[in-house]
Nanobody, 116 residues
Framework: QVQFVESGGGLVQPGGSLRLSCVAS????????MSWYRQAPGKKRDVVAH??????DTSTTDSARFTISRDNAKNTLYLQMNSLEPADTAVYYC???????????WGQGTQVTVSS
């Protein structure tokens, strides 16, 4: 079945960087656009970044700080986050699709905490 396994989160000081990874399985990864989402405590899940199936086109909510990429040979999606701020604290998830999550099942997410 479809599965997403996110990793790479942690506790980081403001201004720090993290690189998140998402390994996908159960579908043909290279056929799908992919997206990163995040959910802060008490808030709804929001999209952070998208990437097309080939990786040619991307879109992020903060292109100055976040970069989305993918390795189709490894079925893996990445999110490089720089200059992290406390407002970036959230659980980060990935899913297939661009305008909306394609699959109903989500991974466990990876916790990102930005704090001094």
């Amino acid at each position: 079945q479809v599965q997403f396994v996110e990793s790479g989160g942690g506790l980081v000081q403001p201004g720090g960087s993290l690189r998140l990874s998402c390994v996908a399985s159960g579908f043909t990864f290279s056929d799908y656009s992919m997206s990163w989402y995040r959910q802060a405590p008490g808030k709804k899940r929001d999209v952070v970044a998208h990437i097309t199936s080939t990786g040619r086109d991307t879109s992020t909510t903060d292109s100055a700080r976040f970069t989305i990429s993918r390795d189709n040979a490894k079925n893996t999606l990445y999110l490089q986050m720089n200059s992290l701020e406390p407002a970036d604290t959230a659980v980060y998830y990935c899913n297939a699709g661009w305008s909306a999550p394609f699959y109903d099942n989500w991974g466990q997410g990876t916790q990102v905490t930005v704090s001094s």
